[in-house]
């Protein structure tokens, strides 16, 4: 063979392998739909063979052997294309028989379009033993690369797995280091074990029928089990026996991975352990909140009966007494009587408020709904608080527009507003003014009740709604109550929805602002 037949060849594949490679292509349609590939993979690995055929006719020309190029090994170039599309192929799970099936097609491409050219029908021969010792290479690269996988694979598994295998007749014939160090037992005594009786042991109600039938459908079976080591303590797994089969098809040995999750189910187990006892100590304090409502109950019913009603007494006995009903009386006893009759109205205030409190907490007060005029509640509260406001000489300014109706407890609202402006007046001084005011917006409701000089401070602001609580000024004098008024009237703001705010300026007084959810609720 001269050379420029040999350049002819070369130059044949530089011409012509844009025609193979489409004729080929075309061929493989289903082989790419099947296995999702590219046509550009293709493309660049039939690229790779010419590269490979052309290198090696310039190789026996330089060599001058015609036997030169059989030990030829490609450059690097071929061997990035031909790894390319090998690595294509092992990532698609294409087998060492689809790839044959790939390569002579390609080889049949190239044969068929050298026919159609006479001048080169010599060629085909010597194409086609090229062809077949490049096939041969690539089926070594491609076992290597299969082999180097399979052990990648092993490697991770082993590492991160407990992993054996079983044979036909359930026999174990690998096991892994995972496996010896969870099981503690030594590697001679699980070979060859049963592998069903091993796991058999600690979990007597497995179903060894469903595991048969999963695998027999060429199934995986996966499933939580408890399995005890050698020193008899539990341990934990997560078990997939998934079987291996032949070309045909047929199940030759089984592989058994564990995934150890003794430190999650320990953790579930202390977690279960915690919400058990939570759940005694919420019993417990459910058991304690009962008593303590039922304590609370009994001092209610106690309060009502045995301290108010003998107090209503007093008090009725007392107001008869100062009306001259039963006799006349001198003056000095009229001024003991009247200390009397106020202290006991003091103290009937200081256990209705008590009970209102407490019914409050306890979710004990109904509620009702109904429409009712906001100027007509002020007029009331106005004539219950006149005698006081006159004694004062105090101004009452009530700036509330005719006709503002609103739907809640009417008695709550009343109830509400006595105690705001019963505490605005208390701490108003003599010639002093407390102001009502109202601002609507969108479907709220303000309402202002503005007292004035004697202010609140600071400290006390986030205070003034508690229990009890007094406000320590050197200006106030002679104010005494039961301390429970604006408790009380927090309380029923929430209940209601609503809500009370205030706001104080030392030598103007303070503003106590209610605020009415005018949208209906349940």
């Given at each position: 063979?001269?050379?420029?037949?040999?350049?002819?060849?070369?130059?044949y594949?530089?011409?012509?392998?844009?025609?193979?490679?489409?004729?080929w292509?075309?061929?493989?349609?289903?082989?790419?739909?099947?296995?999702?590939?590219?046509?550009?993979?293709?493309?660049?690995?039939?690229?790779?063979i010419?590269?490979?055929?052309?290198?090696?006719?310039l190789s026996q020309?330089?060599?001058?052997?015609t036997?030169?190029?059989?030990?030829?090994?490609p450059?690097?170039?071929?061997?990035?294309?031909?790894?390319?599309?090998?690595d294509?192929v092992?990532?698609?799970?294409?087998?060492?028989?689809?790839?044959?099936?790939?390569?002579?097609?390609l080889?049949?491409?190239?044969?068929?379009?050298?026919?159609?050219?006479?001048?080169?029908?010599s060629?085909?021969?010597?194409?086609?033993?090229?062809?077949?010792?490049?096939?041969?290479?690539?089926?070594?690269?491609?076992?290597?690369?299969?082999?180097?996988l399979?052990?990648e694979?092993?490697?991770?598994?082993?590492?991160?797995?407990?992993v054996?295998?079983?044979?036909?007749?359930?026999?174990?014939?690998?096991?892994?280091?995972?496996?010896?160090?969870?099981?503690?037992y030594?590697?001679?005594?699980?070979?060859?074990?049963?592998?069903?009786?091993?796991?058999?042991s600690?979990?007597?109600?497995?179903?060894?029928?469903?595991?048969?039938n999963?695998?027999?459908?060429?199934?995986?079976w996966?499933?939580?089990?408890?399995?005890?080591?050698?020193?008899?303590?539990?341990?934990?797994?997560?078990?997939?026996?998934?079987?291996i089969?032949?070309?045909?098809?047929?199940?030759?040995e089984?592989?058994?991975?564990?995934?150890?999750?003794?430190?999650?189910?320990?953790l579930?187990?202390?977690?279960?352990?915690?919400?058990e006892?939570e759940?005694?100590?919420?019993?417990?304090?459910?058991?304690?909140?009962?008593?303590?409502?039922?304590s609370?109950?009994?001092?209610?019913?106690?309060?009502?009966?045995?301290?108010?009603?003998?107090?209503?007494?007093?008090k009725?006995?007392?107001?008869?007494?100062?009306?001259?009903?039963?006799?006349?009386?001198?003056?000095?006893?009229e001024?003991?009587?009247?200390?009397?009759?106020?202290?006991?109205e003091?103290?009937?205030?200081?256990?209705?408020?008590?009970?209102?409190?407490?019914?409050?907490?306890?979710?004990?007060?109904?509620?009702?709904?109904?429409?009712?005029?906001?100027?007509?509640?002020?007029?009331?509260?106005?004539?219950?608080?006149?005698?006081?406001?006159?004694?004062?000489?105090?101004?009452?300014i009530?700036?509330?527009?005719?006709?503002?109706?609103?739907?809640?407890?009417?008695?709550?609202?009343?109830?509400?507003?006595?105690?705001?402006?019963s505490?605005?007046?208390?701490f108003?001084?003599?010639?002093?003014?407390?102001?009502?005011n109202?601002?609507?917006?969108?479907?709220?409701?303000i309402?202002?009740?503005?007292?004035?000089?004697?202010?609140?401070?600071?400290?006390?602001?986030?205070?003034?709604?508690?229990?009890?609580?007094?406000?320590?000024?050197?200006?106030?004098?002679d104010?005494?109550?039961?301390?429970?008024?604006?408790?009380?009237?927090k309380k029923?703001l929430?209940?209601?929805?609503?809500?009370?705010?205030?706001?104080?300026?030392?030598?103007?007084?303070?503003?106590f602002?209610?605020?009415?959810?005018?949208?209906?609720?349940?």
């Amino acid at each position: 063979m001269n050379y420029s037949v040999k350049t002819n060849l070369v130059d044949y594949f530089n011409n012509h392998s844009n025609i193979i490679v489409s004729d080929w292509i075309e061929t493989q349609k289903d082989i790419i739909s099947q296995y999702n590939l590219s046509e550009k993979d293709f493309k660049d690995f039939a690229e790779s063979i010419f590269s490979w055929v052309k290198s090696l006719y310039l190789s026996q020309i330089l060599w001058n052997s015609t036997r030169a190029w059989m030990n030829f090994v490609p450059d690097s170039s071929y061997e990035q294309g031909i790894n390319s599309f090998l690595d294509v192929v092992a990532d698609k799970n294409i087998n060492v028989n689809i790839l044959s099936f790939i390569f002579f097609a390609l080889q049949k491409s190239i044969i068929n379009d050298i026919k159609e050219r006479w001048d080169m029908s010599s060629q085909i021969d010597l194409v086609i033993e090229l062809l077949d010792n490049i096939y041969i290479n690539i089926l070594k690269i491609f076992n290597i690369k299969f082999s180097s996988l399979l052990n990648e694979y092993k490697n991770a598994i082993d590492s991160s797995s407990i992993v054996c295998k079983v044979n036909l007749e359930n026999k174990i014939t690998y096991i892994n280091d995972k496996f010896i160090n969870i099981s503690w037992y030594a590697k001679e005594e699980l070979l060859n074990k049963d592998y069903i009786e091993f796991i058999m042991s600690s979990n007597k109600s497995l179903d060894v029928e469903e595991i048969g039938n999963d695998i027999e459908n060429h199934g995986i079976w996966t499933g939580e089990l408890t399995l005890k080591n050698k020193e008899n303590k539990d341990y934990w797994l997560v078990v997939s026996i998934i079987p291996i089969l032949n070309d045909k098809n047929t199940i030759t040995e089984f592989i058994s991975i564990w995934v150890d999750i003794t430190r999650q189910k320990i953790l579930e187990i202390e977690v279960q352990k915690h919400i058990e006892n939570e759940m005694i100590a919420k019993e417990k304090v459910i058991r304690e909140l009962q008593e303590i409502s039922k304590s609370k109950d009994e001092f209610l019913n106690i309060a009502s009966h045995e301290l108010r009603t003998p107090m209503t007494v007093i008090k009725w006995y007392v107001s008869m007494i100062l009306s001259g009903d039963a006799w006349d009386i001198p003056e000095n006893i009229e001024f003991f009587l009247s200390e009397i009759l106020r202290s006991s109205e003091r103290l009937i205030n200081l256990i209705n408020d008590m009970l209102d409190i407490a019914k409050l907490e306890s979710w004990k007060v109904e509620f009702t709904r109904e429409f009712f005029e906001v100027n007509v509640i002020f007029d009331e509260i106005r004539k219950q608080f006149s005698e006081n406001i006159t004694d004062k000489k105090q101004n009452f300014i009530v700036n509330i527009p005719d006709s503002l109706f609103i739907k809640n407890d009417r008695n709550k609202f009343k109830q509400i507003f006595v105690n705001v402006i019963s505490n605005a007046l208390k701490f108003t001084p003599e010639w002093w003014t407390v102001t009502v005011n109202t601002n609507k917006e969108w479907d709220k409701l303000i309402i202002d009740v503005v007292d004035t000089w004697i202010w609140i401070p600071e400290n006390y602001l986030d205070k003034i709604f508690d229990k009890f609580v007094q406000v320590k000024s050197s200006l106030v004098r002679d104010t005494w109550g039961t301390w429970l008024g604006l408790s009380i009237v927090k309380k029923y703001l929430e209940k209601m929805w609503w809500d009370i705010s205030v706001k104080s300026e030392e030598w103007f007084g303070s503003t106590f602002t209610v605020v009415f959810d005018l949208s209906e609720k349940e």
